[in-house]
């Protein structure tokens, strides 16, 4: 079936650093995909989208990459800080579906001081 | 501007027992969404709702129903709950203008089955 993975579930990184984290996607339908943050007791918050006719986005500290052919897609996070610690998760979203969100099942990401 | 609002925060249940789980949408928007997000894992679509109807719904089963109000507020019930319905239970509301872009979630709610 359709489905939003992640390759990996926890990135650990020092502040300062650039994060960078992955997402395979199999609906080749989608119109978009967006990436939002998670912390913890809170709801997803939006983050950056990307339309499926770009391969590049970018926002505040924030860069996503799309790669059709193989179906991939990444969030760069430049200069991490303490603050960007929480569950990133990547989504997709097909209009013609009637604008439900697919979810992956997320990435951690760990800031060290 | 008051975002999502959602209640109760946390609440336990007990296998059988019925649950009604509340949301307010953001002002402005008239659609709701609701997503169950297992422990570790990314929310997963359970229906949404528009102009008090059910708009569209996901892999749940019928035990799983909604309801969404005049004032757009929605409910989600769940009826004889098992071990495995024990979630984070998300609202999200948005706008037929905004689209799957203007999803804004609440904080949600904790159901604990046991």
């Known amino acids: 079936g359709e489905s939003v993975g992640l390759h990996l579930p926890t990135l650990s990184v020092q502040e300062g650093d650039n994060s960078i984290i992955n997402c395979a996607y199999s609906n080749s339908a989608s119109d978009y995909f967006i990436w939002y943050k998670q912390e913890s007791g809170k709801g997803p918050q939006f983050i950056i989208d990307?339309?499926?006719?770009?391969d590049k986005r970018q926002g505040q500290r924030v860069t996503v990459l799309l790669n059709k052919t193989v179906k991939h897609l990444s969030l760069q996070i430049a200069a991490t800080q303490p603050g960007d610690s929480a569950v990133y998760f990547c989504?997709?979203?097909?209009?013609?579906?009637?604008?439900?969100?697919?979810f992956g099942g997320g990435t951690r990401v760990l800031v060290k001081p | 501007d008051a975002g999502v609002t959602q209640s109760p925060t946390h609440l336990i249940k007990t296998r059988g027992q019925q649950v009604t789980l509340r949301c307010s949408p953001k002002?402005?928007?008239?659609?709701v969404s609701w997503y169950q997000q297992a422990l570790g894992q990314g929310p997963q679509f359970i229906f949404q709702?528009?102009?008090?109807?059910?708009?569209q719904r996901g892999n749940f089963p019928d035990r799983f129903s909604g309801h969404q109000f005049p004032n757009y507020s929605s409910e989600l019930n769940v009826n004889a709950l098992l071990l495995g319905d024990s979630a984070l239970y998300l609202c999200?509301?948005?706008?037929?203008?905004?689209?799957?872009?203007?999803?804004?979630f609440g904080s949600g709610t904790r159901l604990t089955v046991v």
């Open positions: 709702y528009y102009e008090e109807e059910e708009r």
């Open positions: 990307i339309r499926s006719n770009m």
């Open positions: 002002s402005g928007h008239d659609t």
């Open positions: 989504a997709e979203n097909s209009e013609a579906a009637g604008n439900k969100l697919t």
């Open positions: 999200a509301s948005s706008s037929p203008t905004t689209g799957g872009l203007g999803y804004t």
